[in-house]
């Protein structure tokens, strides 16, 4: 039998190779069997909760007592839940950009031509706004205060995101549905600081995410398609 020294050891080692949303989960697993899962339900709320706050108030404006006073409860509850608000924050971020990776790699590696990808891709990137825009504002405007290496735990998901528009766009440029003299990076930075940037303005206009992914759209492949004397090439 395992010392119970060995088997906390493996279990750390463990935590560590997750990310801040699994680990807390992970942390969370004895007490949430314990409950009847009314751990798991709870922690959602939290984070959630802080979402929202962070969202609304910055991370330096906003306080754990402010997350505790949207529930209703103690500020020492939400110790249970996270250690400080530096790690509220990451939880939030990681939570703010787990799904769009796999949600991109499954586009890109779909069928469709490149076009139809890159469209996917785009409505695929706004789409969160209308469920989570909170996770979206947090991870785009208050990651920066995060420690570095947190900092670069949270980043990871937005790096391999920009890999994943990046090779589709690049895919365009091979089978000549886009501009050859497109750059591939500099499109992407333009493609995602476009899309990324309505979470700053999305419900202050009376746009709907259907309209506004669409006029992206639009407007992009418009931009980086092929064109012969001036007239975009028809395929």
């Given at each position: 039998m395992k010392s119970k020294s060995t088997a906390s050891l493996k279990a750390s080692a463990r935590r560590r190779g997750q990310g801040p949303v699994r680990r807390a989960r992970a942390a969370a697993e004895p007490r949430q069997s314990q409950q009847n899962g009314r751990t798991h339900r709870r922690f959602a709320e939290i984070i959630d909760a802080a979402a929202r706050v962070f969202?609304?108030?910055?991370?330096?404006?906003?306080?754990?007592?402010?997350?505790?006073?949207?529930?209703?409860?103690?500020?020492?509850?939400?110790?249970?839940y996270f250690s400080s608000k530096e790690e509220a924050l990451e939880l939030v971020c990681a939570h703010g950009v787990e799904g769009f990776v796999e949600t991109g790699r499954a586009i890109a590696a779909g069928p469709g031509t490149a076009g139809e990808r890159l469209a996917g891709l785009i409505r695929a990137h706004i789409a969160p706004l209308l469920d989570r825009s909170d996770y979206v504002k947090v991870f785009l405007t208050q990651r920066q205060f995060l420690p570095n290496e947190s900092r670069r735990r949270v980043g990871k998901g937005s790096r391999n995101l920009e890999?994943?528009?990046?090779?589709?766009?690049?895919?365009?440029?091979?089978?000549?549905?886009?501009?050859p003299d497109a750059d591939p990076r500099l499109t992407t930075l333009a493609?995602?600081?476009?899309?990324?940037?309505?979470?700053?303005?999305?419900?202050?206009?009376?746009?709907?995410?259907?309209?506004i992914g669409n006029e992206f759209v639009r407007l992009i492949l418009s931009g980086t398609a092929v064109r012969e004397n001036g007239v975009k090439r028809r395929r």
């Open positions: 969202a609304e108030r910055g991370y330096h404006g906003a306080a754990t007592q402010d997350i505790a006073d949207v529930l209703g409860i103690r500020q020492a509850s939400l110790y249970y890999q994943i528009f990046q090779g589709v766009v690049r895919d365009g440029i091979a089978n000549r549905e886009f501009r493609i995602l600081g476009m899309a990324n940037w309505v979470s700053q303005w999305y419900g202050r206009e009376q746009l709907s995410v259907e309209r």
